[in-house]
């Protein structure tokens, strides 16, 4: 990964604490080696609903945080994350 000295980029706020690493993006999008898709998948069980229907009211689906490149979280927020997909798809683009 390439060191970086500087970002700009707007900061979406979510209000959630405790979050693991199947919040982040569940397991069932994580059956490729691609990168390719994989944002699909991020935050998955809190950006759709049980059939596959934007909610309106999570932050990450709001137009004005789209495209977020700072995510400002709770307590424990990614603690153990391991998941390459995930930094795959967040810090690799």
Excluded: C
């Excluded at 060191?3 to 690493?21: E, Q």
């Excluded at 569940?26 to 759709?48: H, N, V």
Aim: charged residues 20%.
């Amino acid at each position: 990964m390439k060191a970086f000295t500087k970002l700009n980029s707007s900061a979406a706020p979510i209000n959630l604490s405790n979050i693991d690493t199947d919040q982040i993006i569940p397991k069932q999008f994580l059956t490729t080696i691609e990168r390719a898709g994989l944002s699909r998948g991020l935050f998955y069980d809190f950006r759709f609903d049980e059939n596959g229907n934007s909610k309106p009211d999570f932050v990450l689906n709001q137009e004005k945080y789209k495209g977020a490149g700072i995510l400002v979280t709770g307590a424990n927020f990614w603690h153990f994350m391991h998941n390459r997909a995930f930094i795959w798809r967040y810090f690799l683009q």
